[in-house]
T-cell receptor
């Protein structure tokens, strides 16, 4: 079975500071890993995903995430936060090469301080 | 840019009433989904739908829930007799591929409040 744990339901960073949103997963088979973002009053939008290949994945708006199998982690980072990054971020996992559903974490709300 | 649209954005209903949430998926997509998010909790899978039938459903999706694609464009979620615990944000999603690859496109959600 798959599961996702996102550390911190709320994270606050200053504008221009590093953004780090933590995600750890549990999967009995190799996983696909995703980050989705939800801006206020909008739906969920795919930010980036890891399927196979390079473990450092780049997404939209300057975000990236690194798949670390040894740590079962897929943390999301951005070097310099912008006010427009304020949103809710969801990490998700799905088993590779199987038609199973995506399992989402509880989400982390990112607040950007001026 | 094509998008998934959901109506209503917010519905308030009395416990025991029937509710229908509507979704218009992206036109060339073949796979459709409903998820829900109870306030403060994770986004939970409810059901997936392909080729006019349910392909998978979660334990949450009991006999009170049903889905339908009545006219080739709308994809609806019906809750026959709402309970207080059905209060949540309901997200519709569609995909051109099976969900596993993550290429899901979500609507903005319908917030259901059951009183």
């Amino acid at each position: 079975a798959q599961s996702v744990t996102q550390l911190g339901s709320h994270v606050s960073v200053s504008e221009g500071a590093l953004v780090l949103l933590r995600c750890n997963y549990s999967s009995s088979v190799p996983p696909y890993l995703f980050w989705y973002v939800q801006y206020p009053n909008q739906g969920l939008q795919l930010l980036l995903k890891y399927t196979t290949g390079a473990t450092l994945v780049k997404g939209i708006n300057g975000f990236e995430a690194e798949f670390k199998k040894s740590e079962t982690s897929f943390h999301l980072t951005k070097p310099s936060a912008h006010m427009s990054d304020a949103a809710e971020y969801f990490c998700a996992v799905s088993p590779m090469n199987r038609d199973d559903k995506i399992i989402f974490g509880k989400g982390t709300r990112l607040h950007i301080l001026p | 840019e094509p998008e998934v649209t959901q109506t209503p954005s917010h519905q308030v209903t009395q416990m025991g009433q029937e509710v229908i949430l509507r979704c218009v998926p992206i036109s060339n997509h073949l796979y459709f989904y409903w998820y829900r998010q109870i306030l403060g909790q994770k986004v939970e899978f409810l059901v997936s739908f392909y080729n006019n039938e349910i392909s998978e459903k979660s334990e949450i999706f009991d006999d009170q829930f049903s889905v339908e694609r009545p006219d080739g464009s709308n994809f609806t979620l019906k809750i026959r007799s709402t309970k207080l615990e059905d209060s949540a944000m309901y997200f519709c999603a569609s995909s051109a591929k099976r969900e596993n690859t993550g290429e899901l496109f979500f609507g903005e959600g319908s917030r259901l409040t059951v009183l």
